[in-house]
């Protein structure tokens, strides 16, 4: 159980009981919390239980591991040797004990009434164990730390409202509601659409209606992109890795590409973030970074600051895989390509040679769209994607340099 200090947030109260509970790790904190940190506390958190009221369940997911597969789900005739670069042969496929439970709400008492909240639930550890109440303190530490910022909190992150403890040992993590939709859900609609305008066929086609529609959603994805990137440069800035960058962890407040002018895209799901300030890198690994740095270690980074550098680039990494999903799944039918059987091809068929693969991906109709998307600025998109999947992570941009890129910053549309 996790004790919180009346000198930085107000009582973490259960549904339940009036027992102080639930706070983020950092200096202003009494002798009760697990760790100490030498950043002071700026985060205002509503902790007050009776501050919030519960509406209904939105949803619920679990946490997957997925680092190894077998087969691809779409041909290819050119045969490329086995290597070791392909991180998803390591393990296996595995299935986390953690299940998380969404549900809506608002503020109901003070400053903020009124403000629409989504609670983020983490199980008590009757059922999710240990694992579940580290993520939910880390979660909860690495939001905190982030807003705490003298510069502001940032817009391309989500916002931490507060939260509490149930009587149980459940997590409760409220956060402002800033979208309904996430990167993940805009691709799957988007490629509904796709599948939808060519089924009836070229001949019930408007050329001129299509161009547009792909102008604006190139614009759009580039937007959003624009918007990740932004946010996982304020985490770097600050020292703190994502470690879960995918399309389900970026947040939009619209998912329609006319109105690109007003997407705000928010980085959420910091469970896995990680402390990267040396001095948290002398205390050696914790346990939900442990993979992190075995990677680092097989990648010859052994000092702190060659292994801080891995995890920026690991960062890299995982964002070039969502800049690569997000320039083809929207523009592409359904079924197609997903981001499995897309990082397959990156990764171990092509073994991340992003020429070879365009090649490829020429040579199916299905794929030209991405492909011309790409080839924009004379190929400026692939240039940037090659650099982001870097086999080597000390050739791989940081999150600012990737912003700055000419791709990103839309000026090959």
């Not at 459940?170 to 993940?184: C, I, M, T």
Request: net charge neutral.
């Amino acid at each position: 159980m996790l004790a919180s200090a009346p000198d930085c947030l107000s009582s973490f109260r259960s549904i339940y009981t009036n027992t102080l509970l639930l706070v983020p790790k950092v200096s202003c904190f009494n002798s009760m919390s697990r760790i100490r940190t030498r950043r002071p506390c700026k985060a205002s958190l509503i902790t007050n239980s009776d501050s919030f009221e519960v509406g209904s369940l939105i949803g619920s997911y679990g946490f997957m591991n997925i680092t190894s597969y077998s087969g691809s789900s779409l041909d290819t005739t050119t045969e490329y040797p086995s290597g070791d670069l392909g991180r998803l042969r390591a393990q296996d496929v595995g299935e986390g004990n953690v299940k998380i439970r969404l549900y809506e709400g608002r503020v109901s008492q003070g400053p903020l009434r009124g403000t629409r909240v989504f609670f983020k639930v983490y199980p008590g550890q009757r059922t999710g164990g240990t694992e579940a109440d580290m993520m939910a303190a880390n979660e909860l530490n690495a939001h905190a730390f982030l807003q705490s910022s003298s510069e502001g909190i940032c817009q391309n992150l989500l916002v931490l409202v507060g939260g509490f403890e149930t009587r149980t040992g459940e997590q409760w993590l409220a956060f402002r509601d800033d979208g309904k939709y996430s990167a993940a859900d805009y691709a799957k609609i988007t490629s509904e659409k796709v599948s939808k305008t060519r089924a009836l066929g070229e001949k019930s086609w408007n050329r001129f209606e299509q161009e547009q529609t792909i102008k604006e959603r190139r614009y759009f994805v580039t937007q959003l992109l624009q918007g990740a990137m932004r946010g996982l440069v304020y985490m770097h800035d600050h020292d703190r890795l994502h470690q879960s960058l995918g399309p389900a962890s970026v947040v939009l407040n619209t998912i329609l590409d006319r109105d690109a002018l007003y997407l705000v895209p928010r980085l959420r799901d910091l469970a896995f973030s990680v402390d990267v300030r040396y001095s948290e890198l002398e205390k050696g690994p914790g346990s939900l970074s442990e993979g992190l740095w075995r990677r680092a270690s097989a990648a010859g980074a052994f000092t702190f600051m060659e292994k801080r550098a891995f995890g920026i680039a690991d960062d890299i990494y995982e964002a070039g895989l969502l800049f690569a999903y997000l320039t083809f799944v929207p523009f592409c039918e359904v079924g197609v390509i997903d981001s499995l059987s897309l990082q397959r091809l990156l990764e171990s068929t092509f073994q991340l040679d992003l020429g070879a693969a365009r090649e490829y991906c020429l040579e199916d109709d299905r794929l030209l769209d991405a492909v011309k998307f790409l080839d924009l600025g004379n190929s400026a998109g692939w240039e940037l994607l090659q650099a982001m999947l870097n086999p080597d992570f000390r050739k791989r941009p940081i999150a600012e340099a990737v912003l700055n890129h000419r791709f990103m910053t839309a000026a090959v549309l």
